[in-house]
């Protein structure tokens, strides 16, 4: 199939806001997202999230969970207190995204998205402190959202996109490839999209394009590349989309990697090996984060509320 036009692409795009299910503290959200953290008051954000009774319970959950070594926060204040913005917004992201689209238009297992999501978020982070990266939250925001084209091709291109996912299980490809085949697009360009569209910074915009392939943007900056290492290093650790995938992958010569390495001469010392394993470690936290928080309990309760 030819390529669809990015115009095109782009009208999509607008529809989602009325087919959304996101819930109304979404688009404050957003607007909080531009700005710096120390312009935004802590009682503004405990205000926005007590406004929905189901983000602040998951808001707990997730502040309690032992991924964030909080076990007794028992209030939302406490739990922005303890977190700090940047990290509670982050998470609010999470959840908002989580309800974006309406529970029918699902494409992928919503637990093996948020878990491939949350798990690259992490190694993201990890990554960039290891690299001494400046700011840590974007990274793990970065890795949070870079995949956010799933949710966009789930609702617009519901079936077409469900072809895409069937072949690509069928063949163990990636599915951006399928997706490009079948559709011609891929969530990468509409997860750029929706990124334009919501507002955020152009560099999330840029790593949700190049995630898969970081040659297609000449200047693709240390934010895309740990982005695209952590979503390889995810799928390799049985954290991708819910399908076995046939991945052959040398990371060491990856040209994320080369391209960070020149940036970040402290990354060529790092042992590949022993950080993979240490990923490994802490993949049952990771999962069972994601399945106290996104599970199938909470949302069947989501669903029904
Ligand atoms: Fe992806
Ligand atoms: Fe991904």
């Not at 990371?251 to 994320?256: E, I, K, N």
């Amino acid at each position: 199939m030819n390529a669809k036009p990015q115009s095109q692409l782009k009208e999509q795009i607008k529809k989602l806001d009325s087919i959304s299910t996101a819930p109304a503290i979404l688009k404050p959200l957003l607007d909080m997202m531009r700005l710096p953290s120390d312009q935004i008051k802590v009682e503004k954000v405990v205000e926005m999230i007590s406004f929905d009774g189901s983000i602040a319970a998951q808001c707990l959950r997730l502040a309690n969970s032992p991924l964030y070594g909080r076990r007794e926060t028992e209030t939302v204040r406490a739990a922005v207190m303890a977190l700090g913005i940047d990290r509670v917004r982050s998470m609010l992201l999470g959840l908002c995204l989580n309800r974006v689209i309406p529970q029918d238009k699902w494409v992928l297992d919503p637990i093996a998205f948020w878990r491939h999501s949350l798990g690259c978020a992490l190694v993201t982070q990890r990554m960039a402190k290891k690299i001494e990266y400046p700011d840590l939250e974007k990274a793990y925001l970065a890795g949070l959202i870079h995949d956010l084209g799933f949710l966009a091709n789930s609702v617009l291109y519901h079936d077409g996109f469900k072809e895409c996912l069937r072949l690509a299980t069928e063949q163990h490809a990636p599915l951006n490839v399928i997706e490009e085949q079948i559709l011609g697009f891929s969530h990468c360009d509409t997860g750029q999209m929706l990124c334009e569209h919501w507002g955020l910074s152009k560099e999330f915009g840029e790593s949700a394009r190049c995630h898969h392939d970081v040659s297609l943007l000449p200047t693709a900056g240390p934010l895309a590349c740990l982005v695209h290492l952590s979503d390889l290093l995810c799928r390799m650790q049985y954290l991708g989309y819910g399908y076995d995938e046939i991945m052959g992958v040398d990371l060491g010569r990856d040209v994320a990697w080369e391209t960070l390495v020149i940036t970040y001469p402290a990354l060529a010392k790092m042992d590949l090996i022993r950080f993979t394993l240490d990923i490994d470690g802490a993949m049952p936290e990771i999962t069972a984060t994601v399945d106290s928080v996104f599970g199938a309990k909470q949302m069947a309760a989501v669903a029904s509320s």
